[in-house]
């Protein structure tokens, strides 16, 4: 198993740097901090604590980079290692930022009307009234393109070794959902279901809601998959886990 960044930071202070080392580095390029008020009485506490502080703000690379400004002679047992930890941390922010932006922040926009029609509003139908519009769909469309966007970039990005096939198809269930969304909403406003007085809705409705609930469930399940796999297999490319 590979060892982390932060792991053999620690083994080269503790075993290759002498305590007037672990001050110089401080001193010299780590200005922010004050030595004498780190936790730690020993030289190993005080490594352990630095590495931690930049750990924790996810700057290990910085924290890298000035060692080997100061001691070049580590440069083969740690430059390789900060790359792969920089590289970990893009994917990292890669995953949460579209886990966020792309899937959690949509999905709880589109429910909250749904939600208000039953607590509040408390109309009849609002299963249907809610979800026949084909917003979902185009929820669902949006999901699939965009991860077939995003795959794309990591892979020209890090040259992961990923088929074709991870962004191509999902970018055409995603424009073929897409058509099926303009047909649907075509369809709903031609008719005028929108305007019907609350009743007994016409079967459509029902099922276009059914069809685009299923649709978004099974993006997300597919997106989200696809995504645990694509991080894991990153990870391992890079970090060798």
């Known amino acids: 198993m ?8 620690y083994k080269v202070m503790r075993d290759r740097m002498s305590e007037a080392d ?7 390029f780590i200005q ?3 030595y004498d008020n780190l936790e730690g009485g020993s030289k190993d506490a005080k490594a352990r ?9 996810k700057r290990l690379p910085e924290l890298t980079d000035a060692l080997l400004q100061m001691r070049p002679d580590l440069r083969g047992e740690l430059e390789v290692r900060s790359g792969a930890e920089s590289k970990r941390v893009a ?14 922040i949509p999905l709880v926009i589109l429910l909250i ?3 208000a029609d039953v ?3 408390q109309r009849e139908h609002p299963f249907q009234i809610t979800f026949s519009d084909g917003d979902l769909m185009l929820f669902s469309a949006m999901l699939l393109i965009g991860f ?16 074709d096939s991870w962004f191509s198809l999902p970018q055409a269930a995603g424009v073929v959902l897409l058509l099926l969304f303009v047909m649907l909403e075509y369809d709903v406003i031609h008719k005028g279901y929108f305007n019907l007085d609350v009743g007994v809705l016409p079967k459509r409705v029902t099922a276009y809601s059914c069809f685009s609930c299923s649709a978004a469930l099974i993006s997300i399940m597919f997106s989200v998959i696809k995504f645990r796999k694509l991080t894991r297999l990153l990870l391992k490319e890079t970090m060798g886990y």
């Open 32 to 34: 922010e901090l004050d």
């Open 148 to 163: 077939s966007i995003h795959t794309k970039q990591m892979h020209l990005q890090w040259r992961a070794s990923i088929s």
């Open 49 to 57: 604590s630095l590495i931690t502080y930049f750990m924790h703000r």
């Open 113 to 115: 009307p749904f939600v």
């Open 22 to 28: 672990l001050q110089r580095l401080y001193f010299n």
């Open 119 to 121: 607590i509040v509003v």
């Open 2 to 9: 590979s060892i982390g960044l932060e792991a053999l930071l």
């Open 91 to 104: 994917v990292s922010d890669w995953m949460k930022d579209w886990l966020f932006l792309q899937l959690f």
